[in-house]
């Protein structure tokens, strides 16, 4: 079935199949989310299965949950804005919204859920306390990069040969066991943890001996006891198939010191309540304990904590019966748990090394002095900072004729901020009114509420115009300042940076925080883009996953790792009330770091400038990269690109 271009009365989420031998499989994210759908029994989707090879879903039905609204799509048939997205991804009714990456898609079925529903309490209970569940995109949190791509890649790739002797846990795995034998941190946890204390010394009171031999559970350590908490996680879901413990606790109890009070066990993946985390690991435990063949169970031995969590997770009601509706037989991997003698401490591997982790903590290395020795360093090797004279300093967008929607004035904003912010939207506007061509597709990342895309939409009718942002209410507020203005070539994506994969010629950033410009620059230079990009807050730059600092290898045969972390704190040193030394030291340190980004550029073959906004004033981030490649060799433009609006 071909999807239609007009606009859908309920959003439509669009989920990958792919094929194996032949035929057709779901990836696990696309399992994720049939998962979540059955579990909240959600309606609000009309769903198209994205079939790479020939095939339909006649062939999934048994794991296709029913009742679900369901159609199969070719690729060239999905809608462009959802075509440049990684799915999973959702296109809202005005077909201008597109939502993709795991975490931001199961957080919008779980809002469009209880929408729907107000009294799905257990459902808006998925995200957590205070609805953070997964919010942090994987680029800030280790949590979500672990949950949203560690383990269902991990998973993804033991798939593709399950039986080979020689494979070993996944790292992903043993990370996930380990940060599962941790403490529990939770919200006002002292008041539970005097209530397990109280009920330890009840059980203990009131032990028989004829308990005193009884034999852990497959999967459970004899040192894990977790009733308590489990007690207080069914609690929630307002499910308590145990007798309640008393809420009010005796003299002694309360009389205890906090550090001499139990700790609480995992019971669930983040603690002690079922989240969307479990939703996400679910599919992907089961799918790998049931790849494990008889010789690869003693394997089990190193995951105690993983395996209770598992036989934990079917408690929770509606679990047992949206696994069956996928197609997932959750008693099949237990088969497998039941001949296996109870771990002992020492099958309980150690933490595993996460390189990436040692690098981010490098960061906390105390500076010591100011950043002259490093700048006098640069300078001995003949590197300084250049700016280049700004081409146009005297340019400015009409703003007395322009539409109200378009000027920055959103909220309680002070005129001295809103000249400032028109001064700013000037800079980046000129700068890519000169590179953009009628067909263009042009990319505002990080746009947050749109000051910049709306205004770059308006002024260039026959560019296409793509706002990405990960926070949602930002990317609203942008979508609602749009429709005001009756804008037609523009587009809306709420998503991690790395989950937008389409074609674009111009790349923009107005002060994309830390290694974010960082992130914009690499995306441009991969899509072979020119790039418009005010970095900003230099002290959140660190290491990351895709690169490390000092960037360019002049500067990495120059200074260490901390010496560049100097010139970072050090170029943030320029706000209005300090010092002119110190900012003009600020500005230098500013320059140097973005020469050494621009340096990496031009290994790429881009011709890059680093100029100063005009007026200087307009912000104390007032450096602007501008990149652009050689005529000819960047992107060309696509005749059904320059046809099509964003959102077709």
């Given at each position: ?193 005097r209530q397990k204390l109280q009920a330890q010394k009840r059980n203990k009171k009131n032990q028989g001996k004829g308990n005193r031999n009884a034999q852990p559970e497959p999967g459970q350590s004899p040192q894990v006891s977790d009733e308590h908490e489990l007690r207080t996680a069914l609690a929630k879901l307002s499910v308590d198939p145990v007798p309640t413990a008393a ?16 700790p609480l066990e995992h019971v669930f993946a983040e603690g002690l309540y079922f989240t969307l985390t479990d939703v996400v690991l679910l599919p992907c435990i089961y799918q790998y304990l049931c790849s494990l063949q008889a010789h690869a169970a003693s394997s089990l031995h190193q995951l105690p904590h993983l395996l209770r969590w598992y036989s934990r997770v079917q408690e ?333």
């Amino acid at each position: 079935m071909k999807h239609t271009e007009e606009s859908p009365q309920r959003p439509s989420l669009f989920l990958e199949v792919c094929c194996q031998n032949e035929e057709p499989r779901l990836p696990l994210h696309t399992s994720i989310a049939l998962f979540l759908l059955s579990y909240c029994e959600c309606k609000s989707f009309k769903v198209f299965l994205v079939f790479g090879t020939p095939g339909g879903s006649h062939a999934l039905r048994g794991q296709l949950p029913a009742g679900l609204d369901v159609c199969d799509l070719r690729p060239e048939d999905v809608p462009r804005l959802v075509r440049g997205c990684r799915l999973p991804a959702v296109l809202d009714e005005t077909g201008m919204l597109c939502r993709a990456g795991l975490a931001v898609v199961l957080r919008h079925v779980i809002d469009k859920t209880t929408e729907a529903d107000p009294s799905r309490k257990n459902v808006l209970a998925l995200l957590g306390f205070k609805k953070t569940c997964l919010k942090a995109c994987a680029e800030v949190s280790k949590w979500t990069r672990l949950c949203e791509i560690g383990i269902p890649s991990a998973v993804e790739e033991h798939l593709k040969d399950p039986t080979n002797p020689d494979q070993q846990l996944p790292l992903a795995i043993l990370t996930l066991e380990r940060r599962r034998a941790e403490p529990v941190k939770v919200h006002n946890d002292d008041k539970i943890r005097r209530q397990k204390l109280q009920a330890q010394k009840r059980n203990k009171k009131n032990q028989g001996k004829g308990n005193r031999n009884a034999q852990p559970e497959p999967g459970q350590s004899p040192q894990v006891s977790d009733e308590h908490e489990l007690r207080t996680a069914l609690a929630k879901l307002s499910v308590d198939p145990v007798p309640t413990a008393a809420t009010r606790e005796n003299s002694d109890i309360r009389k205890v010191k906090t550090t001499d009070l139990p700790p609480l066990e995992h019971v669930f993946a983040e603690g002690l309540y079922f989240t969307l985390t479990d939703v996400v690991l679910l599919p992907c435990i089961y799918q790998y304990l049931c790849s494990l063949q008889a010789h690869a169970a003693s394997s089990l031995h190193q995951l105690p904590h993983l395996l209770r969590w598992y036989s934990r997770v079917q408690e929770v009601p509606g679990v047992l019966r949206a696994a069956k509706e996928c197609g997932m037989d959750l008693s099949i991997p237990r088969v497998l748990m039941s001949g296996l003698p109870a771990p002992s401490a020492e099958d309980i591997p150690p933490s595993p090394s996460e390189p990436e982790e040692g690098k981010e903590t490098t960061l906390q290395l105390r500076f010591v002095g100011g950043p002259r020795p490093t700048m006098t360093k640069l300078q001995e090797s003949g590197i300084e900072a250049e700016f280049t004279p700004h081409p146009c300093p005297d340019w400015t967008l009409p703003w007395d004729s322009l539409p109200g929607a378009i000027s920055p004035t959103e909220g309680n904003v002070s005129n001295i901020r809103v000249v400032r912010k028109r001064q700013q939207l000037n800079n980046l506007v000129a700068m890519v009114t000169e590179l953009a061509r009628p067909g263009h597709t042009v990319v505002d990342f990080c746009s947050g509420t749109g000051h910049l895309g709306i205004a770059l939409a308006h002024t260039l009718p026959d560019c296409q115009v793509i706002l990405i942002e990960n926070k949602e209410e930002s990317l609203l507020r942008a979508q609602n300042r749009s429709a005001e203005l009756g804008l037609k070539n523009i587009g809306f994506v709420q998503a991690n940076l790395d989950y937008f994969t389409g074609p674009f010629h111009i790349g923009v950033a107005l002060h994309a925080c830390g290694v974010a410009t960082d992130m914009v620059m690499e995306h441009c230079i991969q899509a072979r883009a020119a790039f418009v990009i005010s970095p900003c807050c230099y002290g959140f730059i660190q290491n990351a996953i895709k690169f490390t600092f000092p960037k360019s290898k002049r500067f990495q045969e120059t200074l260490t790792y901390k010496e560049h972390m100097i010139l970072c704190r050090f170029a943030d040193q320029t706000a209005v009330q300090l010092p002119p030394e110190k900012r003009l030291i600020g500005k230098q340190c500013m320059g140097l770091v973005d020469l050494d980004r621009s340096w990496v550029a031009q290994t790429h073959g881009y011709s890059v400038q680093v100029m100063t906004m005009e007026p200087e004033s307009c912000s104390p981030k007032n450096n602007l990269l501008v990149g652009k490649l050689p005529c000819g060799s960047g992107l060309e433009v696509d005749a059904a690109q320059q046809e099509a609006p964003a959102h077709n």
